[in-house]
Antibody
Framework: EVQLVESGGGLVQPGRSLRLSCTASGFTFGDYALSWVRQAPGKGLEWVGFIRSKTYGGTTEYAASVKGRFTISRDASKSIAYLQMNSLKTEDTAVYFC??????????????????WGQGTLVTVSS | DIQMTQSPSYVSASVGDRVTITCRASQGISTWLAWFQQKPGKAPKLLIYAASSLESGVPSRFSGSGSGTDFTLTISGLQPEDFATYYCQQANSFPPSFGGGTKVDIK
């Protein structure tokens, strides 16, 4: 069974950092891209960022709202993806989901499908 | 960036009803569109991809159609477990974007 489990969420003060983890199982981790998607309380879904599979160089893409503050990385030996969040703002408060991503990537990527998703981890940014 | 607009944002329906949700993209995305179902406190679940392809295990009462800029999700014969919020997502290009959601509630 394909499974993704997020961890690392919690309460953090504005301006501080936090690292989330996404532990994957049930599939060949290196063959897939991974994304982070967040959902603020009572709001809709917002894509945060994406890391390509090893085949496509493991490069990353980010939403404008987090670019320069958030970094996604992956450790194939542990089947874990990370979301390093720096300079956190109150508007970053959300449940953060990790999702396996199927994408066709050349110069650009298309066919960006999110399936399955982890259960999410709550990040609260507040003083 | 591609903007996705869903309507309605809320629909009240009864068990057995046919429900249709629409999604419009701000530019053409061919059939690079997915639909998700989300229940309170749970992760989104992929229902349909490529505009009309049913994900494995999803009941056949769910169907999707459309191409270009206009898409629909239809639930034919609403069941109690279908009361949830539904989101569309464009898969055409970065950044991938979601519609604002449609909450399907019990009448």
């Amino acid at each position: 069974e394909v499974q993704l489990v997020e961890s690392g969420g919690g309460l953090v003060q504005p301006g501080r950092s936090l690292r989330l983890s996404c532990t994957a199982s049930g599939f060949t981790f290196g063959d897939y891209a991974l994304s982070w998607v967040r959902q603020a309380p009572g709001k809709g879904l917002e894509w945060v960022g994406f890391i390509r599979s090893k085949t496509y160089g493991g490069t990353t893409e980010y939403a404008a709202s987090v670019k320069g503050r958030f970094t996604i990385s992956r450790d194939a030996s542990k089947s874990i993806a990370y979301l390093q969040m720096n300079s956190l703002k109150t508007e970053d408060t959300a449940v953060y989901f990790c999702t396996r991503t199927a994408a066709y990537c050349g110069a650009d990527c298309y066919g960006i499908w999110f399936d399955p998703w982890g259960q999410g981890t709550l990040v609260t940014v507040s003083s | 960036d591609i903007q996705m607009t869903q309507s309605p944002s809320y629909v009240s329906a009864s068990v057995g009803d046919r429900v249709t949700i629409t999604c419009r993209a701000s530019q053409g995305i061919s059939t690079w569109l997915a639909w998700f179902q989300q229940k309170p406190g749970k992760a989104p679940k992929l229902l349909i991809y490529a505009a009309s392809s049913l994900e494995s295990g999803v009941p056949s009462r769910f169907s999707g159609s459309g191409s270009g800029t206009d898409f629909t999700l239809t639930i034919s014969g609403l069941q109690p477990e279908d009361f949830a919020t539904y989101y569309c997502q464009q898969a055409n290009s970065f950044p991938p974007s979601f519609g604002g959601g449609t909450k399907v509630d019990i009448k």
